[in-house]
Nanobody, 115 residues
């Protein structure tokens, strides 16, 4: 059974930091491109950051220079370090893994940034 389990969310004041983690099980993690998406109330789900199997990264313009995605293949874990958080970063954050025809999602975790 494939599972992607997020942790590390919560409530933080504007300007603060949080680090999200996503632990994968049931998949051969290494070949997967891993990503973080988010969905705010009333908005579409959007890509926040992505890291390929080779370690290349890309970010949404809104989070560049504030967020950092990384992966630890030995731990089957992808991270999202979020710094200088803004109220507009408030959303449910989802972990995603893609490889070939395989596409898996975590259940999501709430991040709330207060002003």
């Amino acid at each position: 059974q494939v599972q992607l389990v997020e942790s590390g969310g919560g409530l933080v004041q504007a300007g603060g930091s949080l680090k999200l983690s996503c632990v994968a099980s049931g998949i051969s993690f290494t070949p997967y491109a891993m990503a973080w998406y988010r969905q705010a109330p009333g908005k579409q789900r959007e890509l926040v950051a992505r890291v390929t199997s080779g370690g290349s990264t890309n970010y949404a313009d809104s989070v560049k220079d504030r967020f950092t995605i990384s992966r630890d293949n030995a731990k089957k874990t992808v991270y999202l370090q979020m710094n200088s958080l803004k109220p507009e970063d408030t959303a449910v954050y989802y972990c995603n893994g893609q490889w070939l025809r395989f596409d898996y999602w975590g259940q999501g975790i709430q991040v709330t940034v207060s002003s």
